[in-house]
């Protein structure tokens, strides 16, 4: 996406500003991804994130975030749905929650009285979470076209963005921003290489519970920006939006301690 802020400084204070002000600038309508969630002007497209950089030293996550505060006890996450969503978009949020419940032990449950949940909500502001349990309130916004525009973006098309979105909200980051990516993909267009939507996260003390570079993962982007660097019969599945990739489900698992 067309970023303006290259100074990292710059961009960390108008990240401040965006959390504040819930979002700080509008949608680049002109991208040609099909996968909306590339398309925000939001850290790595689609994440706002909390109140620490995931990219400064003592990064804690390379795939998966490790602080064990930022998950969600017993994998529990309790939610609202506040955004304006049409039947065929609220089925599509169902599919995505059975997908969790039928793969995982991760539960959303409709909240009743928990201090920390997701609310779902539909601004005109594209897709995207924060990464991990944030404390309180934090939302989960899932763009959708209330009339029938094919211009604009909508995160209720198919399944697997809400997954990407829930994903982040668990405590993921993006495939194609872990430490080993540059085996694997280079960024095409070098004016985004250093741009926070695909810099490289530097090595930490997380873990990507043992999962090879996964081309299919959810969380990876697709070729618009990204070139795959070995030809493999998966790499065509980059960026798909269908789902969970095995791997997915392995990591959301491991993270959970579902198989304990
Ligand atoms: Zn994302």
Not at 95 to 112: I, L, N, S, W
Not at 192 to 200: E, G, S, W
Request: charged letters at 25%.
């Amino acid at each position: 996406m067309e970023k303006s802020q290259s100074k990292p400084s710059l961009f960390l204070l108008l990240v401040i500003l965006g959390i504040t002000l819930g979002h700080f600038k509008p949608m680049d309508l002109n991208k040609k991804s099909h996968n909306p969630e590339e398309r925000g002007n939001y850290f790595e497209g689609d994440i706002v994130l909390p109140d620490w950089n995931p990219r400064s030293n003592g990064i804690n996550m390379r795939n998966g975030v490790l602080d064990l505060n930022r998950r969600w006890p017993g994998g529990v996450v309790p939610y609202e749905i506040n955004g304006i969503f049409l039947p065929n978009h609220m089925k599509i949020i169902e599919d995505a929650f059975k997908e969790f419940h039928t793969r995982t032990c991760v539960r959303f449950k409709p909240r009743t009285t928990e201090k920390d949940y997701i609310s779902i909500e539909s601004e005109n502001s594209g897709c995207w979470s924060k990464i991990g349990r944030v404390g309180g309130r934090q939302e989960v916004n899932l763009q959708v076209n209330l009339e029938v525009n094919l211009e604009k973006p909508d995160c209720l098309y198919k399944v697997g963005v809400p997954i990407h979105e829930l994903m982040h909200a668990l405590g993921f980051c993006h495939e194609h921003s872990r430490p080993d990516r540059d085996l694997y993909v280079i960024v095409k267009n070098k004016t985004q290489i250093n741009t926070p939507d695909y810099v490289k996260l530097g090595p930490g003390v997380s873990t990507d519970f043992g999962e090879k570079y996964d081309y299919t993962s959810v969380m990876h982007y697709t070729g618009d920006f990204l070139i795959a660097l070995i030809d493999t019969p998966d790499v065509k599945n980059m960026g798909q939006v269908d789902g969970f990739s095995a791997a997915d489900v392995r990591k959301i698992n491991a993270m959970y301690n579902c198989n304990a």
